[in-house]
Structures are given as C-alpha cells and as structure tokens.
C-alpha cells in the first residue's frame, strides 16, 4: 500500500507544472485524496483535496491556478499547477484519508513527496 508522486521540478515564474501521485495497494475510489506542500521552515499545508464523489477543496492561495483531477482507470490523482509562482516553491505530498478532510491529522498514508521549485 503506497502512494508515489512525481513531476516535480524546475520552473519559471508564470509556468506550469502536473503532478501525479500514482496510488497501489487499495483503490482511490475508496479514499480522498489530499494534496500538502512543504517549504523550508513551514509547517506542512493543505492545498487541495479531491473525494471520491469528485468534491474538490482548494487553499485560497492555489485558487483559480491549480486543479485537482482523478483518474480512477489508472488508480491516479493529478494536480495541475498553472501561473505558478516563487511562493509556490515546496516539497509537495500526496495523502489518502478514509473519509473526506481538508486537515492533514486525518491522513493516514503518505507518499515521499517531489520538489517544485518556482524561479523568479
């Protein structure tokens, strides 16, 4: 059972990146799916959360930039990051959580993370 994510990396201010967090082991259709960043000196924050009935939550800060999607056929949650910015930089997470929660407490499983570094 585990989560991975990938597609991290280095990007400009005002670019664009997907992350994808490829789950094993149980079904994303039974569990949310969470999305937390990282960065330096900063506590771990939610960014966005997708239920399996397809709610959706978003921190204020991602609003209007960044969606989260799910891809039940390939046991995948993406997170496309749009117009990103130097504040965005962090080591992004995925978690699953056995029923819906926007708060980290209630995530139980989490994967190793992938860096997004944002240049200004």
């Known amino acids: 059972v585990q989560l991975v994510e990938s597609g991290g990396g280095l990007v400009q201010a005002g670019g664009s990146l997907r992350l994808s967090c490829a789950a094993s082991?149980?079904?994303?259709?039974?569990?949310?799916i969470g999305w937390f960043r990282q960065a330096p000196g900063r506590e771990r924050e939610g960014v966005s959360c997708?239920?399996?009935?397809?709610?959706?939550y978003y921190t204020d800060s991602v609003k209007g930039r960044f969606t989260i999607s799910s891809d039940n056929a390939k046991n995948t949650v993406y997170l496309q990051m749009n117009s990103l910015k130097p504040e965005d930089t962090a080591v992004y997470y995925c978690?699953?959580?056995?029923?819906?929660?926007?708060?980290?407490?209630?995530?139980?499983?989490w994967g190793q993370g992938t860096q997004v570094t944002v240049s200004s």
């Open positions: 978690a699953a959580a056995p029923f819906w929660a926007t708060t980290k407490t209630a995530y139980d499983l």
């Open positions: 997708i239920n399996s009935d397809g709610s959706t």
């Open positions: 082991g149980f079904s994303i259709d039974d569990q949310a």
